[in-house]
């Protein structure tokens, strides 16, 4: 049997229970694997991973967050509006936070540092020396990578893959469960076919339907969704 972790989307492990589990076993997203989230943008991906981040928390799994679209002040705020606080467990250390975006960021700290979308290289170092914090005292953390685009955006294609591949490497062997996010037709189409390749679970959204495209013990399945002051509410499937 498949372990799955809650996913903290409202319907998403309903939609995910496999079909022959005789009514024992849970949906939610595969433990120890990683999920490319890709579509447009303003579909709710980011929303996604502070849903996913937050039900980590709220089960004593820590996690470790990297973003590049936004600063974390923005995050920190945007998580608040949807009733997910996260100060107790940023000072309890279990919240890790490594920056990349552009723009003001809060000042460097335990569980948070700075970096920058044009310098894989330290992200990829901060992101290994987190992964091993964050992993030492648990059996099991959760990863966010919001988004891999910009950091695409700002490098060579190639070099990104082999950082992408090391993070990939590092999370499962330590024992996480990642998603990353991509923008749909930010990269050429070649490179966002090898990313594909690199993920266990891929779901795309567009705004109105979450598609599981692929993921380890389930066929496809698709369900609308809506963006709500409370995070994505997915409907029944399609």
Same mark, same amino acid.
């Given at each position: 049997?498949?372990?799955?972790?809650?996913?903290?989307?409202?319907?998403?492990?309903?939609?995910?229970?496999?079909?022959?589990?005789?009514?024992?076993?849970?949906?939610?997203?595969?433990?120890?694997?990683?999920?490319?989230?890709?579509?447009?943008?303003?579909?709710?991906?980011?929303?996604?991973?502070?849903?996913?981040?937050?039900?980590?928390?709220?089960?004593?799994?820590?996690?470790?967050?990297?973003?590049?679209?936004?600063?974390?002040?923005?995050?920190?705020?945007?998580?608040?509006?949807?009733?997910?606080?996260?100060?107790?467990? =940023?000072?309890?250390? =279990?919240?890790?936070?490594? !920056?990349?975006?552009?723009?003001?960021? =809060?000042?460097?700290?335990?569980?948070?540092?700075?970096?920058?979308?044009?310098?894989?290289?330290?992200?990829?170092?901060?992101?290994?020396?987190?992964?091993?914090?964050?992993?030492?005292?648990?059996?099991?953390?959760?990863?966010?990578?919001?988004?891999?685009?910009?950091?695409?955006?700002?490098?060579?294609?190639?070099?990104?893959?082999?950082?992408?591949?090391?993070?990939?490497?590092?999370?499962?062997?330590?024992?996480?469960?990642?998603?990353?996010?991509?923008?749909?037709?930010?990269? !050429?189409?070649?490179?966002?076919?090898?990313?594909?390749? =690199?993920?266990?679970?891929?779901?795309?959204?567009?705004?109105?339907?979450?598609?599981?495209?692929?993921?380890?013990?389930?066929?496809?399945?698709?369900?609308?969704?809506?963006?709500?002051?409370?995070?994505?509410?997915?409907?029944?499937?399609?």
């Amino acid at each position: 049997m498949i372990v799955r972790i809650t996913s903290g989307i409202t319907g998403f492990d309903e939609l995910t229970v496999p079909g022959d589990d005789l009514g024992f076993a849970l949906g939610g997203i595969p433990e120890n694997t990683i999920t490319l989230l890709y579509g447009p943008v303003g579909v709710g991906k980011s929303l996604f991973c502070h849903s996913f981040t937050y039900q980590g928390l709220s089960t004593d799994e820590p996690c470790l967050y990297l973003t590049t679209d936004q600063n974390f002040s923005t995050i920190y705020h945007n998580m608040e509006e949807l009733g997910f606080s996260l100060q107790e467990y =940023m000072e309890g250390n =279990m919240l890790q936070v490594i !920056d990349a975006s552009y723009g003001e960021k =809060m000042e460097d700290s335990p569980t948070h540092q700075s970096s920058n979308v044009k310098n894989p290289t330290d992200i990829l170092v901060k992101v290994s020396r987190g992964i091993h914090s964050i992993s030492q005292n648990n059996p099991r953390f959760r990863g966010v990578v919001d988004s891999i685009t910009a950091i695409l955006e700002s490098n060579d294609e190639m070099l990104i893959m082999r950082v992408l591949k090391s993070y990939i490497l590092r999370v499962k062997e330590a024992g996480g469960t990642a998603i990353i996010t991509h923008t749909q037709g930010s990269a !050429d189409p070649r490179t966002e076919i090898i990313i594909k390749s =690199m993920a266990d679970n891929i779901i795309k959204v567009d705004g109105e339907t979450l598609v599981i495209e692929s993921m380890k013990g389930l066929g496809q399945k698709k369900a609308p969704y809506e963006i709500t002051e409370e995070g994505l509410i997915l409907g029944k499937e399609e």
